[in-house]
């Protein structure tokens, strides 16, 4: 059973940039079925998909963070990062990472970690 | 952008109710359409994939039907463990978009 961690700081002053990084256990990483996922949830508020990443580093990302995210994933680790620049406090959020599959969606996910975007 | 409008926001049923929720897409999306649940302080499950497929270990009490822009999930018979926010997920035109969540209560 494939399982996903999320860490990373939990407070980012503005401005600064946002990483973080998923490990990824109970399964192969560099598998073709799958791509690798970020999405955010703002504070009692909706879902928003960040961008994923395939094992080849191909990556693709929302239009409306295009400018500030890079994704990167190291298989020889098992894990995948995020990084968003010139946060601000409308980037603090629980940020998700996930497993997508283009048939069967969004099938595993992480348990989250909360991002404070805090002077 | 492409929006998911999700009905009703929340709504309040008992034990045993048939329960209903909508998701409407702007554009047709084919069955590229998945819901999911969230309790409080945890991660979304996925409960349904492809309009209708029921995801492994998920009660069959939960349904979902619909293709092109209109779409539904069922609870044939609610349970107490059924409370909390439910999701739908377009997935045919990246970037994936969400409904706004309806947030199911036990009465």
């Known amino acids: 059973q494939v399982q996903l961690q999320e860490s990373g700081p939990g407070l980012v002053k503005p401005s600064q940039t946002l990483s973080l990084t998923c490990t990824v256990s109970?399964?192969?990483?560099?598998?073709?079925?799958?791509?690798w996922t970020w999405i955010r949830q703002l504070p009692g508020k909706g879902l928003e998909w960040i961008g994923y990443?395939?094992?080849?580093?191909?990556?693709f990302y929302n239009p409306s963070l295009k400018s500030r995210v890079t994704m990167s994933i190291d298989t020889s680790k098992s894990q995948f990062s995020l990084k968003l620049t010139s946060v601000t406090a409308a980037d603090t959020a629980i940020y998700y990472c996930?497993?997508?599959?283009?048939?069967?969606?969004?099938?595993?996910w992480g348990p989250g970690t909360l991002v404070a975007v805090s002077s | 952008d492409f929006p998911m409008t999700q009905s009703p926001s929340s709504l309040s049923a008992s034990v045993g109710d048939r329960v209903t929720i909508t998701c409407r897409a702007s554009?047709?999306?084919?069955?590229?359409l998945a819901w999911y649940q969230q309790k409080p302080g945890k991660a979304p499950k996925s409960l349904i994939y492809?309009?209708?497929s029921l995801q492994s270990g998920v009660p069959t009490r939960f349904s979902g039907s619909g293709f092109g822009t209109d779409f539904t999930l069922t609870i044939s018979s609610l349970q107490p463990e059924d409370s909390g926010t439910y999701y739908c997920?377009?997935?045919?035109?990246?970037?994936?978009?969400f409904g706004g969540g309806t947030k199911v209560e036990i009465k």
């Open positions: 996930a497993r997508d599959h283009r048939s069967t969606s969004l099938g595993t």
């Open positions: 109970g399964g192969s990483i560099s598998t073709d079925d799958y791509y």
């Open positions: 990443i395939y094992h080849s580093g191909s990556t």
């Open positions: 554009q047709p999306i084919s069955s590229w």
């Open positions: 492809a309009a209708s």
């Open positions: 997920l377009q997935y045919n035109t990246y970037p994936p978009t």
